[in-house]
Each structure stands twice: as structure tokens, then as C-alpha cells.
């Protein structure tokens, strides 16, 4: 569903007003209030952002572009939080705290009343069913009749993307949240191969709510800060070529480019309005990230199946493609034969496949990868028996245990794009599997009943999911004979995939 405002003319007839046939065009400026934010240095980075700092002024109107990417049950749009908007030319002072967007010439006939002044007001965090009553971040946009600026203005140049973070330690939620929010963003928009090459820079405005970084911050959570920066010095550089800018360090003047273009002019004098002007903003996470309505709460309540992420397999596909070119991998082309697989004989494509394929050489041979746990909630408590079982029915060339955390981006990247089956808990990291060749199966062992990430991985419909239930305490034990013939039945499932 589209809202577009990119002619933004309001044209009215006034021939009962002036005897004549006339139409009104109004000219309008958007002045965006950031939330309110407490200080602090959470992601700084010495890049200048700014490929041109002291270009003359290249725009002397803007344009914006908006599109809403989800409706309630009810049909009617939650706007705010489902709006997404591209904007040309916004502009805020020195301090980061107010912008304006100026869409179409000034008329002399502009009368108060005659157009109707869009509202553009978005959420910069995703949509978290944890934040009751309340489950975004607003940002929102007020409209004012008047030009850009002649003089005194600061011009950045390429794709900015401003939002807030939600529970930045968790690789779960920073990958599907914060990476999937901005690839989402600029694929919407048609500038996902922009993303792609790193021609974008990602503005975090901080908010202390619930489960943010922010939080941990203002609560002095050394450790949680830290966990957070350290997560994103990982995994930032899957999209982009580094950690986003933390609105406070400019606003601060700490952030170098801040220090010199919004104390003085590019001429060297000191800066009385230091307006800085963007050439394209992309804003509104809401909706697009994997919660959007999940009712279900990560799947803990199993009578709420929500539609949220129904019919996005496809983007999701694309966005985990678009960081696996990034990083010049891909799925392979030439698997092996699993030892262990069973021939496949189901359907009428068995007639063509077979184990041929199995000696070409420099052939890949599909792999079992078990995510070793560490985490007290949810503790694996006979993973070593999992282990010994699995490592004496698979090849040593085909199993791998490992700790997922101790590897790197790039690492986790090139193993899961061999993985036929992947087995881990339900979790934050179980969210790699995103990566995994299609016609693979996900094993998920979960506790407390639940079917965690239901709402995004039951829509992946190119690969199997499995979920596993493992009793009612933190601590998970499963039934090792089912979880191996779960194991069997995903290679067996692969190897009428691509063999």
C-alpha cells in the first residue's frame, strides 16, 4: 500500500472565490522533533560522512515519498507505525533537534486552510510488542511554509538512514531489527544495491525504553554497553562500513564532522545557524522489521498465530543474498552426495536426480552444524550426549559443533552456506539460519512450550523448520533418537533438493 506526496500540489478551484478558474499550489516545510535523549557515547566512529562538506546549496526545495507496509485486522492502516518515508532535502540545526523539508514553491494565492499539510509522522524504532500501549518510537514531522535556506548551510551528501535501536546485544534482534530494518528501508525505496556497495550511513537517535542499549547505558550497565558495541563492530559491516552515528556525539560536537561544520562555516567563520542538510533520509523502521504484529510475543503464546512476515520469504531471501554477494560468497552449485542421505524417490523430479553428481570434483559436501550453547536460559544439558550421537553418525567432513560466538561475521557466513541442517535452541542465534542454502531444515529445540521465532520462520518457505519441545525449566533436555532422525530426515529432505 503507497502514499505518495512527491508533486505535493494541492490544487483547489476558486472561480466562486476570484470569478476565475485558479488553482492554489502551497508550499510546505516539515520540522521533524527528534525524542527526547539522555547523553552519552555509544557508537562513536571518526568517519566524515560528508563527501563534499562545503558544496553550495544543491536543492532549494524538497521532495518526500511515503508508503505504509502493513494494515491491521480491521483493514485500517496504523499509520504511524506502518509509514516508511524518503525524504530530499530535510534539514535540521545545529543541535540535532528540529528539521524542516520544504516540498513546492510559494504562491501568492497560498491561503491558511487550502491544503491539507501531510502527516508524516513515523516510528524510528521497530515495532516491539514488549513496549505496551505504546510499541514504537514516533517521530513526527510538522509542517511549516518556507524555503531552504540560501546561506549557512552544511550539505551531506548520499543516503542517511535515521532510526532508534531495540535490544542491540541480542544477534537476533540486531540482524532482523536493525540490519533487515535498513536493508528493508532502502530496498523499498530502490536503493538496496546502494546499500549493498556501502553507500549508506545509519543515525541512531538514542532512547532509554525498555531492552534498548540505551537503557543499559543510562542504567550504567557497563557490561550490557559494551556487549552492545561489540555486536555491532561485528555485524554493522554485514550492510554498511561502519558502526551507525550516535546522534548525542553530535549534538555534543564530539563526532569530528560535527566539531567542524556546525561550529563554523565552510568558509572558516563561526556558524550562526549551522543548519546541516541532508540530500536523502530514509526513516520508519515500525513495521518493516520481523516483529511488525506479533501477537504470539516470539511465539510464547501458541493460541496467537499472527500473519506478520506472511508473503516476505522472498525479501528475506533477497536481503540475506544481498550480504552474502557483499562478502563475494554464495550458495554452492555442485553439492555432493550425503553419505548417510537417503536416494531420493518422491515426486516426478526423481527420475532425473541421482548421485552423478556426487564426483564431480571440487564438489561441497552438505554439512550438519551444531551451535554449541552456553546460555543459562537456555542450557543444553545433555549437549554432550547430542554431540558423541551425532559425530558417530555423520563424516567427520560433514558435522561441525561449534560456538557460534567465537567465530566471526564472515565465518558464520561461509558455514551456514554449506549447512544442509542446522541444530541449536531457540535464541537470538538461531537467527543465522537465515543464510543456509534453500531445501535445508532448521532444528529448533526449544523450552517452555513455545514456538519461538513462529512468526518469522514459519514463513520461510524455502527451507524446513523443526521445532523441538524440551521441557519447562531453563534448562533443555532432548530426546536424542528424535532429534537423530530429525537429522536424517533433513538430509534426506536435501538431497531431493539439490542431488
Known amino acids: 500500500m503507497g502514499v505518495s506526496y512527491l508533486s505535493s500540489k494541492c490544487l483547489k478551484p476558486l472561480a466562486l472565490m476570484l470569478g476565475i478558474c485558479c488553482v492554489v499550489v502551497c508550499s510546505v516545510v516539515l520540522v521533524a522533533h527528534s525524542p527526547s535523549t539522555g547523553s552519552g557515547k555509544l557508537h562513536p566512529t571518526s568517519r566524515d560522512f560528508t563527501k563534499n562538506p562545503s558544496q553550495p546549496r544543491n536543492r532549494k526545495y524538497s521532495s518526500f515519498?511515503?508508503?505504509?507496509?502493513?494494515?491491521?485486522?480491521s483493514g485500517s492502516p496504523q499509520s504511524w507505525l506502518a509509514r516508511s518515508c524518503e525524504l530530499r532535502g530535510l534539514c535540521f540545526d545545529r543541535h540535532i533537534s528540529n528539521s524542516w523539508v520544504s516540498l513546492s514553491p510559494a504562491s501568492a494565492f497560498a491561503l491558511p486552510g487550502i491544503c491539507e499539510r501531510p502527516n508524516l509522522t513515523v516510528s524510528l524504532s521497530p515495532a516491539s510488542s514488549v513496549w505496551k500501549g505504546n510499541p514504537g518510537t514516533p517521530w513526527a514531522p510538522e509542517v511549516r511554509l518556507q524555503e531552504i535556506p540560501?546561506?549557512?548551510?552544511t550539505w551531506a551528501s548520499g543516503t542517511h538512514i535515521f532510526y532508534s535501536s531495540y535490544n542491540a546485544e541480542n544477534p537476533g534482534h540486531f540482524i532482523l531489527e536493525e540490519l533487515y530494518g535498513w536493508w528493508l528501508l532502502m530496498h523499498t525505496f530502490g536503493l538496496s544495491a546502494d546499500l549493498e556497495r556501502g553507500l549508506a550511513t545509519a543515525w541512531r537517535f538514542p532512547t532509554a525504553r525498555e531492552w534498548t542499549c540505551d537503557e543499559r547505558l543510562a542504567k550504567g550497565d557497563t557490561a550490557g554497553v559494551e556487549r552492545c558495541r561489540r555486536l555491532a563492530r561485528k555485524l554493522t559491516p554485514l550492510l554498511l562500513g561502519q558502526t551507525a552515528v550516535n546522534v548525542d556525539d553530535v549534538r555534543a560536537n564530539s563526532f569530528p564532522w560535527a566539531r567542524t561544520h556546525l561550529q563554523h562555516r565552510p568558509d572558516g567563520a563561526p556558524a550562526s545557524t549551522g543548519t546541516v542538510c541532508f540530500d536523502r533520509v530514509l526513516v520508519g523502521l515500525g513495521f518493516n522489521t520481523d516483529h511488525c504484529q506479533d501477537e504470539s510475543e516470539h511465539g510464547i503464546d501458541l493460541k496467537a498465530q499472527?500473519?506478520?512476515n506472511a508473503g516476505r520469504a522472498g525479501l528475506l531471501r533477497e536481503f540475506a543474498g544481498s550480504i552474502l554477494r557483499k562478502y563475494g560468497k554464495q550458495h554452492p552449485q555442485n553439492w555432493l552426495q550425503h553419505p548417510i542421505a537417503n536416494s531420493c524417490s518422491r515426486g516426478p523430479s526423481s527420475a532425473r536426480r541421482g548421485s552423478t553428481r556426487g564426483t564431480r570434483a571440487g564438489g561441497v559436501m552438505p554439512k550438519v552444524v551444531l551451535a554449541e550453547q552456553s546460555s543459562e536460559n537456555r542450557l543444553l544439558v545433555n549437549q554432550p550426549s547430542i554431540h558423541t550421537t551425532l559425530a558417530k553418525m555423520l563424516p567427520?567432513?560433514?558435522?561441525?559443533?561449534?560456538?557460534?560466538a567465537k567465530l566471526s561475521a564472515a565465518e558464520q557466513l561461509d558455514l551456514m552456506s554449506q549447512a544442509a541442517v542446522f541444530v541449536t535452541t531457540c535464541g537470538g542465534g538461531s537467527v543465522v539460519n537465515i543464510f543456509m542454502p534453500p531445501g535445508s531444515t532448521l532444528i529448533l529445540i526449544c523450552n517452555w512450550n513455545t514456538r519461538r521465532d513462529w512468526h518469522i520462520y514459519n514463513f520461510m518457505a524455502d527451507r524446513n523448520v523443526r521445532w523441538v519441545d524440551a521441557g519447562m525449566t531453563n534448562s533443555i533436555e532432548v530426546h536424542v533418537p528424535s532429534l537423530q532422525q530429525l537429522v536424517q530426515q533433513g538430509l534426506d529432505d536435501f538431497q531431493c533438493a539439490h542431488v
Open 65 to 73: 515519498s511515503c508508503s505504509l507496509s502493513f494494515s491491521d485486522s
Open 150 to 153: 540560501a546561506q549557512d548551510v
Open 306 to 308: 499472527p500473519l506478520c
Open 396 to 404: 567427520t567432513d560433514s558435522f561441525v559443533a561449534v560456538n557460534l
